[in-house]
T-cell receptor, first 112, second 112 residues
């Protein structure tokens, strides 16, 4: 069974203090790894998809990277508006369709 | 595009009552997903449809839950009878397989 573990569960940062979130996964074959951002009271919002080890994607202050066992979401010089819960999810090659298995998320709070 | 539309946004009901949640996916998407999110269990996939056909309902907790997709632009998730442990936020998501899923704003269900 797919396993997706995110760490830490919560992260408190000062504005401008860069950090990284971890998503480790165990699947028999990875089709894709997805990162989402979720604000309180809203649905998850798609950020990135990574398909192969060594791949990187960037969007504003966020950069996602992928290895064979884990993915990192780097937040560079965060601002208070980056406060949210960040979710990662994996899509397994043998899974029907594009079914995703989500991790528990990392709650990020950026203080001014 | 208006995105994924869910209704109602909030539902408060008494134990034993029937609850129906509704979802309109993004036009042109051929996959639709129902998720449940709680603090304890995170985001769990309940069921997903591809081209209006249920593909995987292994996440449906029990026979009290049922889902239908009569056409490409509408789906329902029904709970009958509802129980307090069903209280959660229910999300609908859609995608154009095999790409990323887009989530609706969710329905917050409270069963008293």
């Amino acid at each position: 069974e797919d396993q997706v573990t995110q760490s830490p569960e919560a992260l408190r940062l000062q504005e401008g203090e860069s950090s990284s979130l971890n998503c480790s996964y165990t699947v028999s074959g990875l089709r894709g790894l997805f990162w989402y951002r979720q604000d309180p009271g809203k649905g998850p919002e798609f950020l990135f998809t990574l398909y192969s080890a060594g791949e990187e994607k960037e969007k504003e202050r966020l950069k996602a990277t992928l290895t064979k066992k884990e993915s990192f979401l780097h937040i560079t010089a965060p601002k208070p508006e980056d406060s949210a819960t960040y979710l990662c999810a994996v899509q397994e090659i043998k899974a029907a369709g594009n079914k995703l298995t989500f991790g528990g998320g990392t709650r990020v709070l950026v203080k001014p | 595009d208006a995105g994924v539309i869910q209704s109602p946004r909030h539902e408060v009901t008494e134990m034993g009552q029937e609850v129906t949640l509704r979802c309109k996916p993004i036009s042109g998407h051929n996959s639709l997903f129902w998720y449940r999110q709680t603090m304890m269990r995170g985001l769990e996939l309940l069921i997903y449809f591809n081209n209006n056909v249920p593909i995987d309902d292994s996440g449906m907790p029990e026979d009290r839950f049922s889902a239908k997709m009569p056409n490409a632009s509408f789906s329902t998730l029904k709970i009958q009878p509802s129980e307090p442990r069903d209280s959660a936020v229910y999300f609908c998501a859609s995608s154009s397989e095999p790409y990323e899923q887009y989530f609706g704003p969710g329905t917050r269900l409270t069963v008293t």
